[in-house]
């Protein structure tokens, strides 16, 4: 088990949040003891055969157990295959980009989740998503279908489906409230939310719920190949291909359902992300989102983006003010090798605007009619900065929690700058 998910996730405790998870589904799923549950030392809490209720959840709440509880408790999945297929189905139909990424995919696509064979854990995490959080499991869905259809083989496609649909297991065992509020979180929320790729993990592994290939999706989910992914800041090859597809399409699909103009805004994503994704993984994704029409008309009015430019290039100008004043000051290993992250993420996010040249647009890009495209580039060029500065105000808001309390202090300016190059707040895991 890895260090850092242990004070998340023991699997001879019973997480209360899982716990309540299974509480709240047993009114529509028929969930109950398989077999006899026993504590640690011995004495029976549950008898095989009963239902939860709140007497015998306080009970499990409050007593270690000799086998852990995922593998003693049955949930029903009867229905879970027609739900797959119903879900995609009503998914495509809502939104065409997806039906329209996919192409003649689409049948394929539905004819393998028909035969789809998953574990029976892995099948009963499932159904819980899809009961208790119904917006997890439609992000699943569309995750799942982006990663099948970037997959460089049909096996590669098999074990990529089944991660894509399970990538947020980890869900079922946090607090809703750190993943469900939009605002920004506190340090401890979110470390507690960057662990759900190791808690998920561990829930794969220990419980050995589905194959290790899969588990290790699970795990780098969000891993970039530059190191600034979580939650190992893992380089490089030590990201492995599927998982780099996996996180690109957890990316795409965010962008999917948050953003005003989808196509343009992943089309731009793409470019200013050379640095994140290998060119393997990258490259096929940007061809696919080539094909895909980009929408027309402003974002915002020219006046309101030009100040929008205006404020961004003025909060990095003080971000870099910041940067001189710490490396002005006397710090230990640990907060030179901070500063030192974050100014090869400073510099890896000014050359992606010199990349798409935001550098020649805030000079000289012209008002009135012919010139729209300049400024609708613009837009989503500034939406994507914003994105990556939230993105690096988390990273910089867990990494504080390595320093002593001074040296925390000289990074604090920044975190509130990163925030700030944001126009609004989007929920927690885009």
Same mark, same amino acid.
């Given at each position: 088990?890895?260090?850092?998910?242990?004070?998340?996730?023991?699997?001879?405790?019973?997480?209360?949040?899982?716990?309540?998870?299974?509480?709240?589904?047993?009114?529509?799923?028929?969930? $109950?003891?398989?077999?006899?549950?026993?504590?640690?030392?011995?004495?029976?809490?549950?008898?095989?055969?009963?239902?939860?209720?709140?007497?015998?959840?306080?009970?499990?709440?409050?007593?270690?157990?000799?086998?852990?509880?995922?593998?003693?408790?049955?949930?029903?999945?009867?229905?879970?295959?027609?739900?797959?297929?119903?879900?995609?189905?009503?998914?495509?139909?809502?939104?065409?980009?997806?039906?329209?990424?996919?192409?003649?995919?689409?049948?394929?696509?539905? %004819?393998?989740?028909?035969?789809?064979?998953?574990?029976?854990?892995?099948?009963?995490?499932?159904?819980?998503?899809?009961?208790?959080?119904?917006?997890?499991?439609?992000?699943?869905?569309?995750?799942?279908?982006?990663?099948?259809?970037?997959?460089?083989?049909?096996?590669?496609?098999?074990?990529?489906?089944?991660?894509?649909?399970?990538?947020?297991?980890? +869900?079922?065992?946090?607090?809703?409230?750190?993943?469900?509020? =939009?605002?920004?979180?506190?340090?401890?929320?979110? %470390?507690?939310?960057?662990?759900?790729?190791?808690? =998920?993990?561990?829930?794969?592994?220990?419980?050995?719920?589905?194959?290790?290939?899969?588990?290790?999706?699970?795990?780098?989910? $969000?891993?970039?190949?530059?190191?600034?992914? +979580? /939650?190992?800041?893992?380089? =490089?090859?030590?990201?492995?291909?599927?998982?780099?597809?996996?996180?690109?399409?957890? #990316?795409?699909? =965010?962008?999917?359902?948050?953003?005003?103009?989808?196509?343009?805004?992943?089309?731009?994503?793409?470019?200013?992300? /050379?640095?994140?994704?290998?060119?393997?993984? !990258?490259?096929?994704?940007?061809?696919?989102?080539?094909?895909?029409? %980009?929408?027309?008309?402003?974002?915002?009015?020219?006046?309101?983006?030009?100040?929008?430019?205006?404020?961004?290039?003025? !909060?990095?100008?003080?971000?870099?003010?910041? #940067?001189? $004043?710490?490396?002005?000051?006397? #710090?230990?290993?640990?907060?030179?090798?901070?500063?030192?992250?974050?100014?090869?993420?400073?510099?890896?996010?000014?050359?992606?605007?010199?990349?798409?040249?935001?550098?020649?647009?805030?000079?000289?890009?012209?008002?009135?009619?012919?010139?729209?495209?300049?400024?609708?580039?613009?837009?989503?060029?500034?939406?994507?900065?914003?994105?990556?500065?939230?993105?690096?105000?988390?990273?910089?808001?867990?990494?504080?929690?390595?320093?002593?309390?001074?040296?925390?202090?000289?990074?604090?300016?920044?975190?509130?700058?990163?925030?700030?190059?944001?126009?609004?707040?989007?929920?927690?895991?885009?």
């Amino acid at each position: 088990m890895h260090r850092e998910s242990d004070s998340l996730l023991t699997l001879e405790n019973v997480n209360q949040h899982f716990l309540a998870n299974l509480q709240g589904a047993d009114s529509q799923l028929a969930v $109950h003891a398989s077999q006899d549950i026993l504590a640690a030392n011995g004495t029976k809490l549950l008898a095989r055969g009963s239902r939860l209720d709140s007497r015998s959840s306080e009970l499990l709440a409050n007593h270690r157990l000799r086998q852990p509880l995922e593998t003693q408790l049955q949930v029903d999945t009867t229905g879970l295959l027609a739900r797959l297929r119903e879900g995609m189905q009503q998914l495509l139909a809502d939104d065409p980009l997806l039906a329209a990424w996919l192409e003649q995919g689409q049948r394929t696509l539905q %004819r393998e989740l028909a035969v789809l064979s998953l574990p029976p854990l892995a099948a009963q995490a499932l159904q819980l998503i899809a009961n208790r959080f119904p917006d997890v499991f439609r992000h699943s869905l569309r995750v799942a279908a982006l990663a099948w259809s970037l997959a460089p083989s049909p096996r590669d496609a098999q074990l990529l489906l089944v991660a894509g649909l399970l990538h947020d297991v980890g +869900y079922l065992y946090l607090d809703p409230a750190i993943w469900q509020q =939009g605002g920004p979180l506190s340090a401890d929320a979110w %470390r507690q939310f960057d662990a759900h790729p190791l808690i =998920g993990y561990v829930w794969a592994s220990e419980l050995r719920a589905v194959p290790p290939e899969v588990a290790n999706l699970i795990l780098q989910h $969000h891993e970039r190949v530059d190191g600034s992914g +979580y /939650p190992r800041q893992l380089r =490089g090859e030590a990201v492995g291909h599927n998982a780099e597809v996996l996180a690109l399409a957890e #990316m795409a699909a =965010g962008i999917f359902e948050h953003a005003r103009q989808p196509v343009g805004q992943l089309q731009v994503a793409l470019k200013l992300l /050379p640095g994140q994704f290998s060119a393997a993984v !990258r490259v096929p994704a940007q061809l696919r989102a080539a094909r895909l029409p %980009r929408e027309s008309g402003l974002l915002q009015p020219v006046d309101a983006l030009q100040s929008s430019l205006h404020q961004l290039l003025l !909060r990095f100008a003080r971000v870099h003010e910041v #940067m001189q $004043h710490i490396e002005s000051q006397t #710090m230990g290993e640990a907060g030179w090798q901070l500063f030192g992250h974050l100014a090869m993420r400073l510099n890896s996010i000014q050359r992606a605007f010199n990349s798409v040249g935001l550098d020649m647009l805030t000079k000289h890009a012209p008002e009135g009619e012919g010139h729209e495209p300049l400024w609708q580039e613009l837009a989503w060029v500034i939406n994507e900065t914003n994105w990556l500065s939230r993105h690096l105000s988390r990273d910089l808001t867990r990494q504080r929690l390595k320093l002593a309390a001074d040296e925390s202090e000289l990074f604090e300016p920044l975190v509130v700058l990163f925030l700030g190059l944001t126009s609004k707040t989007v929920p927690a895991g885009l």
